[in-house]
């Protein structure tokens, strides 16, 4: 498994921006499809976006369509969540996730991940 640390979480104003970065170890991260989930307080775990090993793609829950965007740069081992536009509903903690193998797009969503990280908080103020 590969072992992941979440960093970029803050605290904002809503409408403001923030980037969540997801660092991994070992030399296949390539290898790895990573998806961001979140939970609020007193919530459950949600799918926030996913994407392929080869960043060729990327699947997004309904709530975050048009404001955030998962990237990945597999020669830094990084992936990305840059989340504008946020809303206070966006509060939350952050995690990325990873599970090794080639995915379509449908599949991110349903995708059970066996590698967490530890999360970052995202605060997002009225």
């Known amino acids: 498994q590969v072992q992941l640390a979440e960093s970029g979480g803050g605290l904002v104003q809503a409408g403001g921006s923030l980037r969540l970065s997801c660092a991994a170890s070992?030399?296949?991260?390539?290898?790895?499809?990573v998806g961001w989930f979140r939970q609020a307080p007193g919530k459950g775990r949600e799918f926030v976006a996913a994407?392929?090993?080869?960043?060729?793609?990327?699947y997004y829950t309904d709530s975050v369509k048009g404001r955030f965007t998962v990237s990945r740069d597999n020669a830094l081992n990084t992936v990305y969540l840059q989340m504008n536009s946020l809303k206070p509903e966006d509060t939350a903690v952050y995690y990325c996730?990873?599970?090794?193998?080639?995915?379509?797009?449908?599949?991110?969503?349903?995708?059970?991940?066996?590698?967490w990280g530890q999360g970052t908080q995202v605060t997002v103020s009225s």
């Open positions: 070992g030399r296949t991260f390539s290898t790895y499809a």
């Open positions: 994407i392929t090993r080869t960043g060729g793609s990327t």
């Open positions: 996730a990873a599970k090794m193998g080639i995915y379509s797009a449908a599949q991110l969503l349903h995708l059970n991940f066996d590698s």
